[in-house]
Structure formats: structure tokens, C-alpha cells
């Protein structure tokens, strides 16, 4: 039956008025439903859906509107900053404990960041993720946007740095005036191209200045934004800047139990009785949380186009070879 994450979504979804995101969360009740053996209750729930789906949408003067995003990069800031407003949640995550607890305080202090400023200490606000590609680094920035409601701004790293002396620096000063002008969530992605190891042999000097920059506008910075570094590769990170950040936070390949978690979710609307988990999850392990999700979804394609709803082991394990063959 509905879970407690769940019911808070539904509400939020109602109260934003989005209708898609409503939909979909009561399917996926609808299909937890099944699973615990409530097939009637599970019937009934998505034929409420379809009937809703199929109404046409009443318009009235009394009737709310969603907001209309206004927050977006303009002049320079343009061609660096992309705006987003993700509607994502740290509940539709498959996250390791762990993790979750870490996001759970940043939100936390997020939402009371006025109560703790009031005692003269700072929130959680400068974090640095790392681990392995497809592991939810970019997904944890839209939901911190997500849950606290604010706009994601993603650094565009091409746009930033250039060859010439001194414009890299200047460019990355308006991006911090943005920080402190506008209150967002902004996504440093792939930060190794930006906070490369200073002593490397093979760094060239603007790069050096350009992350000496970046230091000294992070360590300055006492905004109401959160700020989010994102990279695959920690290790060639400038050790300088891991004390600069507020909490770092490690991201690891999911565990067989998580694993199966998302293919469980993910396949929910389809029938996976004949599905022998411990095999498929002995074939999904050493891959991301991204590579099962795709997997999953490929396996559930080729049974839609097969118009049939059942997925067996071997479609699955299948789907699962042919992701792990694109990283070779």
C-alpha cells in the first residue's frame, strides 16, 4: 500500500498542480499495492487514473495556475548558466542510507537555515559529490532544487574556460555574483576540468589561476545558495579544495539489495512474477544506478512492442549484458 514518501508526494504533486507527476505516483501505489497481493484495490486505483486522464481539463476563473519560471541567465551569464526547475524528490532516489541521511541534513538545515543563522551558525550549503558516472551526483542537485523549491543553475564548464589570460577568472567572478544574487542550487558538473590538482606537470598556468580563483570566490562566498560540485574523479581533485566544501559526500555502485530496489521500481507497472531476482541481480552487479535503469526500461520496451506486459530473467539479464558492453 501507499508508503509515507508516498502520500507526501501525492500532496505536493496536488498542491503544485501537476497533474503528470500525480499520475504517475498513484501507479506506482497501484503497483506496490499489487505486488502485496491487493489486486483489487490495485485495479481500481489505475482505473480512477485513466478515467482522470481521459476528462478534459476544466478551466475556471477560480482555478490556480502554475507558477511560470522567470528566474533565467541573461547578457554574459548566458552562455554560462543553464536554468532548470526540476520537480525531482530525494524520494524518487535509490540511495544507500547513508547518502540519504547526508541529503536529509543539508534539507534539513536548508529548511531551518533561519533558526541556525539566528544562533550565528551557517547551514550546510557547499557540497562536493563524488563516485563513480551514473551514480545520482546530477540527480542529488535537482532534487536539493526540487525539495526546496528553488531553480537549478548548471555551470556550462565550455562556456567558462577559455585560452586566454585572465577571462576564465572574470567570467568565473559573474558566476559567483549570480550565486549571490539569485538564491538557487548551482551545479559545478564535472568539476575535475576546474579543480584540477595545481601541481600537476601537465597544467597550464591559467588553469593554476583559474582554480586559485575558484578558492578564494568559494571560501569569500556567504550566500543563500547551495552549491554543488559534482566529478567521477576525485583523486586528481586539488586538495585544497575538499576543506573549502562543507561536506563531501562519496557515491558508490549500488548494493545487490539496492539493485534490486530499482528494478523493482522501475519494472513496477509490468509483470515480473516470473522474474528470478537473485539471477539478475548476480548479472547487474559492478553497474551504476544509470545502467540499471536503462536496462530496465529497454527490457520493458521490447515487451510493450511485443504487446505484452510480462518480463522474464532472461530479457532482463539480456538488457543488463548489452549495457555493461557499452562501457568496454
Same mark, same amino acid.
Given at each position: 500500500?501507499?508508503?509515507?514518501?508516498?502520500?507526501?508526494?501525492?500532496?505536493?504533486?496536488?498542491?503544485?498542480?501537476?497533474?503528470?507527476?500525480?499520475?504517475?505516483?498513484?501507479?506506482?501505489?497501484?503497483?506496490?499495492?499489487?505486488?502485496?497481493?491487493?489486486?483489487?484495490?490495485?485495479?481500481?486505483?489505475?482505473?480512477?487514473?485513466?478515467? &482522470?486522464?481521459?476528462?478534459?481539463?476544466?478551466?475556471?476563473?477560480?482555478?490556480?495556475?502554475?507558477?511560470?519560471?522567470?528566474?533565467?541567465?541573461?547578457?554574459?551569464?548566458?552562455?554560462?548558466?543553464?536554468?532548470?526547475?526540476?520537480?525531482?524528490?530525494?524520494?524518487?532516489?535509490?540511495?544507500?542510507?547513508?547518502?540519504?541521511?547526508?541529503?536529509?541534513?543539508?534539507?534539513?538545515?536548508?529548511?531551518?537555515?533561519?533558526?541556525?543563522?539566528?544562533?550565528?551558525?551557517?547551514?550546510?550549503?557547499?557540497?562536493?559529490?563524488?563516485?563513480?558516472?551514473?551514480?545520482?551526483?546530477?540527480?542529488?542537485?535537482?532534487?536539493?532544487?526540487?525539495?526546496?523549491?528553488?531553480?537549478?543553475?548548471?555551470?556550462?564548464?565550455?562556456?567558462?574556460?577559455?585560452?586566454?589570460?585572465?577571462?576564465?577568472?572574470?567570467?568565473?567572478?559573474?558566476?559567483?555574483?549570480?550565486?549571490?544574487?539569485?538564491?538557487?542550487?548551482?551545479?559545478?558538473?564535472?568539476?575535475?576540468?576546474?579543480?584540477?590538482?595545481? &601541481?600537476?606537470?601537465?597544467?597550464?598556468?591559467?588553469?593554476?589561476?583559474?582554480?586559485?580563483?575558484?578558492?578564494?570566490?568559494?571560501?569569500?562566498?556567504?550566500?543563500?545558495?547551495?552549491?554543488?560540485?559534482?566529478?567521477?574523479?576525485?583523486?586528481?581533485?586539488?586538495?585544497?579544495?575538499?576543506?573549502?566544501?562543507?561536506?563531501?559526500?562519496?557515491?558508490?555502485?549500488?548494493?545487490?539489495?539496492?539493485?534490486?530496489?530499482?528494478?523493482?521500481?522501475?519494472?513496477?507497472?509490468?509483470?515480473?512474477?516470473?522474474?528470478?531476482?537473485?539471477?539478475?541481480?548476480?548479472?547487474?552487479?559492478?553497474?551504476?544506478?544509470?545502467?540499471?535503469?536503462?536496462?530496465?526500461?529497454?527490457?520493458?520496451?521490447?515487451?510493450?512492442?511485443?504487446?505484452?506486459?510480462?518480463?522474464?530473467?532472461?530479457?532482463?539479464?539480456?538488457?543488463?549484458?548489452?549495457?555493461?558492453?557499452?562501457?568496454?
Amino acid at each position: 500500500m501507499a508508503t509515507a514518501d508516498h502520500l507526501k508526494a501525492l500532496i505536493r504533486s496536488h498542491a503544485e498542480g501537476d497533474d503528470e507527476r500525480f499520475f504517475a505516483i498513484a501507479l506506482q501505489v497501484a503497483a506496490q499495492a499489487a505486488r502485496q497481493g491487493h489486486t483489487k484495490f490495485a485495479q481500481e486505483l489505475r482505473d480512477l487514473v485513466d478515467q &482522470a486522464k481521459a476528462r478534459p481539463k476544466a478551466v475556471s476563473t477560480g482555478q490556480r495556475t502554475r507558477p511560470v519560471p522567470i528566474v533565467q541567465p541573461r547578457g554574459e551569464l548566458a552562455g554560462l548558466l543553464t536554468a532548470a526547475f526540476p520537480k525531482t524528490r530525494l524520494s524518487e532516489m535509490a540511495l544507500d542510507e547513508p547518502i540519504r541521511s547526508r541529503i536529509d541534513r543539508v534539507l534539513l538545515e536548508q529548511r531551518q537555515r533561519e533558526t541556525i543563522l539566528a544562533h550565528g551558525l551557517a547551514p550546510l550549503r557547499k557540497l562536493l559529490l563524488v563516485g563513480p558516472p551514473g551514480t545520482g551526483k546530477t540527480m542529488t542537485a535537482a532534487a536539493l532544487a526540487g525539495e526546496l523549491s528553488l531553480p537549478l543553475f548548471t555551470i556550462q564548464l565550455d562556456g567558462l574556460i577559455t585560452k586566454y589570460l585572465g577571462e576564465t577568472a572574470a567570467k568565473l567572478r559573474l558566476i559567483f555574483e549570480a550565486i549571490r544574487q539569485t538564491r538557487a542550487v548551482y551545479l559545478f558538473d564535472e568539476f575535475d576540468a576546474l579543480g584540477g590538482e595545481r &601541481a600537476a606537470k601537465n597544467e597550464v598556468g591559467e588553469i593554476r589561476r583559474v582554480l586559485n580563483s575558484f578558492l578564494q570566490f568559494l571560501e569569500q562566498d556567504d550566500s543563500d545558495s547551495i552549491i554543488v560540485a559534482a566529478t567521477n574523479h576525485p583523486q586528481i581533485l586539488d586538495k585544497a579544495l575538499f576543506r573549502r566544501f562543507d561536506s563531501v559526500i562519496e557515491y558508490r555502485l549500488p548494493s545487490q539489495g539496492l539493485i534490486e530496489d530499482v528494478m523493482r521500481a522501475r519494472l513496477a507497472l509490468l509483470d515480473t512474477s516470473g522474474v528470478q531476482w537473485s539471477d539478475v541481480v548476480e548479472a547487474a552487479k559492478g553497474l551504476s544506478h544509470s545502467d540499471v535503469t536503462r536496462a530496465c526500461e529497454h527490457a520493458a520496451k521490447n515487451a510493450i512492442l511485443q504487446h505484452h506486459t510480462r518480463i522474464d530473467t532472461s530479457e532482463l539479464i539480456e538488457a543488463l549484458s548489452e549495457r555493461r558492453s557499452t562501457h568496454r
